[in-house]
C-alpha cells in the first residue's frame, strides 16, 4: 500500500454515515500529505483511507461473539477517526482511543468528533504505534494496515506483555502483514479471505 491505490470501495452506508452526521471521514490522501514531524516513522506508513462502514459493522458483531468483555477500542492508525466514531456510538466499549502520527488527520478527528453524540469518552492521541501502550483492560485492537512489517513488529513487540495478561484481540484490515502477528505468537480466530480481514489472539 505504498500508492493511493483504493483497496476497499465504500458505498451508500458510508456516504449516509458521513452526511448524517456532519463528519469529513472519506477521501484519500498519500503519506506526502499527512506526514508527520517524525519523517522516519511517516516513512513506515501508509496513505490514509477510511475503512467502509460494512467492514466496522462486521468486526463489531465478530467482537461480540468473542465473548471478550472489551473495555477499550483502540485504532492504530485512527486518520480522521471514522472506526473510533462509529464504535463509540456501537456501546459495546468503555473508552475508545484513536492514536495517529498525523497531526492534520487528528485535527480533522477532533472535529469530526464535535460533531458526534457519543456517551463514552473518544480520546484522539498523537503518537507513533511503534512506542505506544496499549491501555489497561481487554482491548480491541484495530488496524486497517497502518504501516509496515517493521513497525507492526515493533508495535506488537512493545505490547506482547498486554496481550498476555488481558487477552485483548486485534481486527486486522487489509491484512498483508499477518504473518508478523504469527511470529509473535499470535493466531487468528477466523479469516475472510475475500475481504482480507482477520482476528487475532495470543496463544
Ligand atoms: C489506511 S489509514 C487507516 C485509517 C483508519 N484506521 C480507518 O480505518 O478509517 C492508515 C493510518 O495510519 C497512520 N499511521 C501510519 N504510520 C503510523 C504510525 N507509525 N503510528 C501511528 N499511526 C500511523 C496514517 O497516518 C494513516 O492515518
Redesign the pocket.
Known sequence: MTTTEKIYDPDWRDRFFQRWHGID?EGILPVEA?ASADLA??S????????PIRFLKRILKSARATGVPFRNFV??????G??CLFMARSGAFRRVIG????SR?LGVARDNRAHIGSVVPIDFVE????TYQLPDGPTLV?L????DAV?LSRFIANNLAHFRKTGSIIAY?FDIERDVLAEHGFYPLWRDDKKRLSFHAIQ
Do not use: H
Request: glycine share 12%.
Open positions: 471521514v499527512i516513522a511517516s513506515r506508513g501508509t496513505f490514509y483511507q477510511p475503512i485504532d492504530m492508525g485512527c486518520g480522521k471514522k472506526a492514536v495517529d502520527i498525523s488527520l503518537a507513533d504505534a511503534q484495530f486497517f494496515n497502518p504501516f513497525a484490515g
